[in-house]
């Protein structure tokens, strides 16, 4: 059952890379008390999420702060080393958005928002969303529902929304 308003996000843990290899990150730790943007899409690197929807939310990082929000996350099924990588490549951390990942896809499943495409290596991805959290509680979600696009998970469809 995928999340919606009004639920609490499920405790999970993403991961990072630090100087010493990968950490984790507690889903918990980045909500409690803060009111945060969450975004997920399909995969590092891919053409929709390295095109549009990771630098809307680099674009309108700083508008959304100043509107409130904590942080901007993104989270995709990825490795961590892969996450830093498209991190680096892109400068997302240096534009305001926290890159972390959902390695096997366990805080994406438990979130209802996985979808598969074995044919392309794509098993237990998180679909494309763009989430306000409060303390742990989804405000709002959106959801794309077509493929390929970044209309209603943009930075600025939720910046519009605050």
Request: with cysteine; hydrophobic share 45%; aromatic share 6%.
């Amino acid at each position: 059952m995928t999340i919606k308003s009004g639920d609490t996000l499920p405790s999970g843990t993403l991961m990072k890379l630090g100087e010493a290899g990968p950490e984790p990150v507690a889903l918990d730790s980045l909500t409690k008390g803060r009111k945060i943007v969450l975004f997920g899409l399909p995969g590092a690197f891919t053409a929709t999420c390295s095109a549009a929807h990771l630098p809307s939310f680099m674009r309108t990082a700083d508008a959304l702060k100043a509107k409130g929000i904590d942080e901007v996350i993104c989270m995709s099924v990825n490795d961590p080393w892969v996450m830093d990588a498209w991190d680096k490549s892109t400068g997302a951390t240096e534009a305001g958005v926290t890159m972390l990942s959902d390695p096997d896809g366990t805080l994406t499943v438990a979130m209802g928002l996985d979808f598969s495409a074995p044919p392309v290596g794509f098993v237990n991805r998180t679909r494309r969303f763009a989430a306000i959290v409060t303390d742990g509680v989804v405000d709002l979600l959106n959801e794309e529902e077509e493929r390929g696009v970044c209309n209603f998970t943009a930075g600025e469809t939720i910046l519009d929304a605050l």
